[in-house]
Structures are given as structure tokens and as C-alpha cells.
């Protein structure tokens, strides 16, 4: 698991490989995330890269990350997107990601589990257009775009799951999910350690979801930290 590997120094920003950079390339990809413990089929990796590419080509107009460096992209965005895989054993089949932004974590999210039928919710137009283009381009299938804000009436289809990354409290998410979200349906909140506050004044049981589980651990060789709280809501 993510926490037995070491921590890296807060200041060394690029220790690898003899402290030199990593050429963007797929095979760059590749060993940066296997540095940080995540391994891909060649397939999901070259996937990867060309939304890698796009992203970067389209960032300067359309404001998508304010991560420069590759090895940075790949560690914060890449790796921690992916992660998430070790404590979820099956995620359900039909998902929204809240908040999309740029695509994190729902593009990577996707491309390593391609049966999740997944719907990209983000109101930004810049954002919704670079969306579909992403889906375009990867030729990806099962996935598409809710153009809009997901308020507690926007959302008209049922959906099992719900993930959201870098968002907002999760006592403002609930409301917002509560209808979509079926019986028994499962709500994925990423978050950074200071989730610990937001879960001690967090009563989930007020809108009608239990606790989980809830999961601390730190980016592999980095000095991220992240958590991963799981609400669940309720039978009717
Ligand atoms: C801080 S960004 C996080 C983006 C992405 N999840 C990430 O981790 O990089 C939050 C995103 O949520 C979008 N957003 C704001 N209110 C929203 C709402 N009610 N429904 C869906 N998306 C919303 C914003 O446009 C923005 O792109």
C-alpha cells in the first residue's frame, strides 16, 4: 500500500534518475508512474499520453491545470487518479465525476477501469469543449459530458456512484446527489488530509448517507498526501 514506501524531501522536487528530468515521451510516463507505484497495460498507458498531449497543447488558452513540470503532472494528476484503484475493488458501473475540471480524476479514472459507463459533470465552457475533445480523440466510449452545474434538481438520470476530486466540503456535495444517487449507491470524495477537520463536524446520517470508510495515505516517493472518504447512502 501506498504507505510503506519513504518519504521524499519537501523541497527535493525532482530526485529521480540522478536528479535529472524526464523527457515527455510515453516511456517517460511510464517510469514515472511505476516511480510512484502505479502500473499500466501499454495500451492504457499510450491512452494516457495522447490525453497527456492534448492537455498540454490546450492549456495555455483554455486554463486547464496550473501544473507545469511533467514529472509534477504525472504525480499529482496521473498517479494520484489512479491510486485510488488499490481501496476501491469494484466501483459500480454507472458513475458521474462532480467538478470535472480538466478531466481528474474521471479521464484517468476511466481509462483504467473502461467499464465504468461515466458521465464528466463541469458547467465551464472552455472545460466541457476540451472534455469532448478528450472523448473524441481517445475515441473513448461510455463516457460523456454533463455540461452544467450538478444541483440537487439538475441531475434527472439515477446513477450508483458519484466521485469528486478538489471540490468543496462534502456537507455541500450530498444535497447536490442526494436525488441521482440510488438506494445503496456509493459517494467518492478525494481529498487532502485536512478532510480529518471536515469528517470530526460531518454528520452524513442529516442527508441520508452513512460513513464507509475512509483511507489516509501519501502518494508513493512523494510528499503528497491524500485520503479517500467513501459515504454510502441509505435505503429509503
Ligand atoms: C477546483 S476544480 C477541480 C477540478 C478537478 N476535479 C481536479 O481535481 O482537478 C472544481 C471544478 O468544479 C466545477 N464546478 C463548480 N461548481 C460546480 C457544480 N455545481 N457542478 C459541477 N461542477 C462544478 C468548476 O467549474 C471547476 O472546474
Redesign the pocket.
Known amino acids: 500500500m501506498p504507505s510503506k514506501f519513504s518519504k521524499r524531501p519537501v523541497n527535493q522536487v525532482f530526485p529521480l534518475f540522478n536528479g535529472k528530468r524526464t523527457v515527455p515521451s510515453v516511456a517517460g510516463l511510464k517510469q514515472l508512474l511505476e516511480y510512484h507505484g502505479v502500473d499500466l497495460q501499454k495500451e492504457t498507458l499510450e491512452q494516457l499520453w495522447a490525453y497527456h498531449q492534448l492537455l498540454r497543447e490546450h492549456n495555455k488558452d483554455q486554463d486547464l491545470t496550473r501544473l507545469n513540470a511533467f514529472e509534477t503532472i504525472v504525480e499529482r494528476h496521473y498517479a494520484d487518479c489512479t491510486l485510488i484503484n488499490a481501496y476501491v475493488p469494484e466501483w459500480p458501473k454507472r458513475m458521474i465525476d462532480?467538478?470535472?475540471?480538466?478531466g481528474?480524476?474521471g479521464i484517468p479514472l476511466k481509462l483504467v477501469n473502461p467499464d465504468i459507463r461515466l458521465t464528466l459533470?463541469?458547467?465551464?465552457p472552455n472545460?466541457i469543449e476540451f472534455l469532448n475533445l478528450v472523448i473524441q480523440e481517445l475515441g473513448l466510449k461510455g463516457i460523456d459530458v454533463f455540461g452544467h452545474?450538478?444541483?440537487s434538481r439538475s441531475l434527472t438520470f439515477p446513477v450508483q456512484g458519484v466521485i469528486?476530486?478538489?471540490?468543496e466540503l462534502i456537507e455541500l456535495t450530498l444535497p447536490?446527489i442526494q436525488k441521482a444517487l440510488v438506494p445503496g449507491g456509493r459517494a467518492y470524495f478525494m481529498k487532502g488530509p485536512a478532510v480529518k477537520d471536515e469528517l470530526a463536524t460531518l454528520h452524513p446520517e442529516d442527508y441520508g448517507f452513512k460513513l464507509v470508510s475512509k483511507h489516509f495515505y501519501r502518494i508513493p516517493r512523494s510528499t503528497q498526501d491524500r485520503a479517500l472518504v467513501i459515504l454510502e447512502k441509505e435505503q429509503e
Open positions: 462532480v467538478g470535472s475540471g480538466a481528474f480524476p459533470c463541469e458547467p465551464r472545460r452545474k450538478v444541483t469528486s476530486r478538489a471540490f447536490r
